[in-house]
């Protein structure tokens, strides 16, 4: 069985203005997302800046989400490293604290070959007891996990189950659902392509999208899985100019403008992301009325 099925938000990480975590913020933010449709949570990856949080900030933010959310809906931690005994404490960590699943993206940087990804998320798994989903998105990472290599991962070692797919091809995404029977936990990781993967077999989005629009997001798939294609369809294009727009800056820099906009202000961004231009401030809050978001 997935961790999760439908939308799951790929949370922000609130701050105070001395850049420390608002716990009261994220708090208040998990809240919302419980009752406004959304399906997992997703703690501590991208768009939640982990790569400017120190291992102890790292691991309290994903207590305090699985202790918060538990019970409502699944909380997912984002354990991935460039270092993969690091990687490796984290997820020890994190599956000690009570999290449903882990999402692990590729190492970054000093990246890896096929047999080194291999490697790493094997010893992950291997010490980590809880449902991993892997994390491919070469664009920032410059590591992709080919095919069959998620292929080989899913179906040798028990407890690796899926992917969020980034890379945005869609023939790559086709192969691996190929390759693996459909017996894979499949996510799209861009917020433009949710029905496109589902199509394909996915079971879901791990979505920038959710944290702006939770409803919204959460309809996108549970029309899809109601058989009402042609319905989710319509809500995936509509959401096609903000999410262009939610990425027109590097992610989370126009997610976090955005909740500001709406009147959830989440703080200050950390060094070395800067705030959003006015130009494209502008250009994100058209969208955001376009497509029926009020703005505080």
Do not use: W
Request: charged share 20%; proline share 4%.
């Amino acid at each position: 069985m997935a961790v999760f099925t439908g939308a799951g938000v790929a949370i922000v990480t609130p701050f105070n203005a001395d850049e420390s975590i608002n716990y009261d913020k994220l708090d208040e933010l998990i809240d919302y997302h419980c009752e406004n449709g959304t399906d997992s949570i997703i703690i501590c990856g991208t768009t939640g800046e982990s790569a400017t949080m120190t291992e102890e900030e790292h691991m309290e933010c994903v207590k305090f989400a699985i202790e918060r959310a538990k019970g409502r809906i699944p909380v997912i931690a984002g354990t991935g490293s460039n270092c993969t005994r690091t990687a490796v404490d984290m997820s020890r960590e994190a599956v000690e604290d009570g999290a449903d699943g882990l999402l692990l993206v590729t190492p970054y940087y000093n990246k890896a070959t096929q047999a080194g990804l291999i490697a790493h998320y094997t010893a992950v798994a291997r010490e980590a007891k809880a449902p991993i989903i892997m994390y491919s998105v070469a664009s920032r990472t410059g590591c992709n996990i080919e095919p069959a290599t998620v292929a080989e991962l899913v179906k040798n070692v028990d407890n690796i189950v899926g992917v969020k797919e980034a890379s945005g091809n869609i023939s790559q995404v086709a192969k691996i659902m190929s390759l693996t029977d459909g017996k894979i936990d499949l996510y799209s990781g861009n917020d433009d392509q949710i029905v496109p993967l589902l199509s394909l077999g996915a079971k879901g989005v791990i979505s920038v999208l959710s944290n702006v629009a939770p409803k919204e997001t959460h309809d996108i798939c549970a029309k899809f899985f109601a058989g009402d294609v042609a319905g989710s369809a319509a809500l995936q294009l509509k959401a096609i100019p903000l999410c262009e727009k939610l990425f027109c800056e590097v992610n989370p820099i126009p997610v976090k403008k955005a909740m500001q906009l709406m009147g959830m202000d989440c703080g200050p961004l950390r060094m070395p992301l800067t705030e959003l231009t006015p130009g494209h401030t502008e250009e994100l809050a058209r969208a955001m009325k376009d497509f029926g978001i009020r703005l505080a």
